[in-house]
């Protein structure tokens, strides 16, 4: 008996992903446990293993396509059953066909007798936003086809697109399409508007008026695409932008925040790092050492490596980091596993595999998944100091400002300068109290000016 694959939920929340490749090819045997597709969510690439042994019959979705989490993707045949009947039997009714259907070409009207020759030249006719939703018509396969902004032709295009165009009000007709049979996919879409595309509004389309004797049968009512330079570019919303706003969004709305904050002298630091480079054959950031120090600080205050979950807290044994990684339109933060355990060159190299990774868009889902607490650091932008927003379950979440010579006055009451950082500790109220986070931050600003201690 055959199997249907549904579209699995690999992200906590996740409503819809994306088919980035298929890994096998209709007719190739699969295991259970098998690689057999890498699906896109809307933070990382995920390889998505199958649940069943068996013969791949095809897929039910193309490469490119995003379509909604429980939807099917594609068909394993099961033992002695041939993949063509098992393909048939699971497809969509509409897909019986095994070729799509010519559109018909939508009629124009003929123009006015008395329409001047110069008529011809007008803009082309295109279809408004409300038009694409309005005449939207089902084709095989549930692909669905628009009017063309420029010709009477249709264009097969699928559901997330008919909704994206008509959001943006893009003519799809200026959309190359390079699912089946020229089908525009989302990549083709976002590709589109990610070259350069321009937000265009159209306008409202005029009522049509009863044709009288008196005149010929009216054109059918259009609307022209009209830039009208406003001064403003519309950007649509990644997945990624989007689940960036509603993580963060909730968290300010549910997680009790309160900021503690703390200066502390690197000249120490400073120095340990440029004698560990001579030595070191990978590079060593100040980057690491901090992240070194909050793992030893963690280790120092047990309590405080904890997280709040619906029925009790959750404290752990080792340290599990999450390091905030800037990448194209958006952020990511990828977990550093038992950081507590590792060396700082060991600790180093992960940060940096982790960190590039995720700005070739290679990070894995279980990647961003876990730990208990994040460190966020703008110092190399110059910015002084901030505070940031704790990414859930995440109890916390350290902002690193950049160093800077500062006055200090001794215990002697002497006046010097040094080499000053300022941290600020956004702690979740429900897991750390005051005294408890106060007691971590110490034990971290304590590591990071004495930081030999950081390397046993």
Known sequence: ???????????????????????????????????????????A???????????????????????????????????????????AANRPESAGAPELPTPAVVPQPPEPETAPESASSAAPPVVSAADIARSTATAPNGV??????????????????????????????????TGPNGRVTRRDFEKYIAAGAKSVYPAVPPKSVPATPATAVAPAPTARLVDPETGFTDIPHTGMRRAIARRLTESKSTVPHFYLV??????????????????????ISVNDLVLKAVAAAFTDVPDANAIWTDSATRRFDSVDLAVAVSVPNGLLTPVIRGADSLSIGAL????????????DGKIKQHELEGGSFAVSNLGMYGISEFAAIINPPHSGILAVGAASNRAIVTESGELSVGKMITVTLSADHRVLDGALAAEWLRAFVQRIENPLSIML
């Open 1 to 43: 008996m055959s199997t249907v694959i549904r579209m699995p939920q690999l992200a906590a929340g996740g409503a819809e992903a994306g088919i980035q490749a298929w890994l096998v090819q209709p007719g190739d045997s699969i295991e259970a446990g098998q690689p057999i597709a890498e699906i896109e969510t809307e933070k």
């Open 45 to 87: 690439v995920v390889e998505y293993e199958s649940e069943v042994t068996g013969t791949f019959a095809g897929t039910l979705v193309d490469a490119g396509e995003q379509v909604e989490v429980g939807a099917p993707i594609a068909v394993v045949a099961g033992q002695g059953e041939s993949v063509e009947a098992a393909l």
């Open 144 to 177: 669905e086809s628009v009017p063309s902004a420029t010709s009477g032709r249709r264009l097969f295009v699928t559901p997330l697109v008919r909704r994206l165009a008509a959001e943006r009000g893009v003519d799809v007709a200026a959309v190359p399409g």
């Open 262 to 283: 703390a200066d502390m002298q690197v000249d120490e630091l400073l120095g340990l790092r440029a004698r560990l480079n001579e030595a070191s054959p990978a590079k």
């Open 348 to 359: 180093a190299a992960a940060v940096r595999d982790l960190a590039e990774r995720a700005r």
